[in-house]
């Protein structure tokens, strides 16, 4: 089942990248950002597809992979925000917003997961009123996930290249220490 799903997913377009490196944890979150539009996109495809009979099947295998990366990367991807970088840039006024958008984001992806799930089990790929939903939650996260970013990016990220660099080592060493000192994700 792995390998079919690392299959599935390298015919969506993905690949691991380039390394990434904790010693400059602004590009590794940037780095993230690429990976979440990525993988929406590929959702996106997924949700596409779904409606093809013949390729339903080859859709739902990317499923489980999507779904490991965004109960495990992007999940900390988001503490890392919320609990590394956002305070450190404590006087910007986007912050609360942006947190609370992180957790209604989440829902969206617990929703979408929910009925991912159930169209992985045998047929559920041929329940219509599944399909749709899959599709009505791809597009919502999809959407949300491309303005969220658009917005960090545009206003916080300039503040965040500002920080001194002992702030933004600590920040990684930070995102290190989440990941129980793994070697920083690769792209």
């Known amino acids: ?20 490196d904790y010693d400059d944890p602004l590009a590794l979150l940037r780095a993230m950002h690429r990976q979440v539009l990525t993988r929406t996109g590929v959702l996106e495809r997924v949700a596409a597809l779904l409606p093809e009979p013949t ?15 965004f109960d495990d990367a992007w999940r900390l991807h988001c503490l890392d925000e919320d609990g590394s970088l956002f305070p ?9 917003a942006l947190e609370c958008e992180h957790r209604a984001l989440e829902a969206i992806y617990l929703a979408l997961r929910d009925v991912g799930t159930r169209l992985l089990a045998p047929q559920g790929h041929t329940d219509a009123v599944l399909v749709e939903a899959f599709a009505s939650h791809t597009r919502a996260l999809a959407d949300g996930l491309a303005a969220h970013i658009a917005c960090e990016e545009r206003l916080i990220f300039p503040h965040a290249d500002a ?9 990684g060493l930070e995102m290190r220490l989440r990941r129980g ?5 690769r792209g």
């Open 55 to 69: 390729r339903a099947a080859e859709a739902t295998a990317a499923l489980p992979g999507l779904f490991a990366f």
């Open 1 to 20: 089942m792995i390998r079919a799903t690392v299959s599935a997913m390298n015919v969506f377009g993905l690949s691991a990248g380039p390394p990434a």
């Open 163 to 171: 920080l001194p660099a002992p702030e933004r080592r600590a920040i």
């Open 181 to 185: 000192g793994a070697p920083a994700p």
């Open 88 to 96: 450190r840039l404590h006087d910007l006024p986007e912050l609360d």
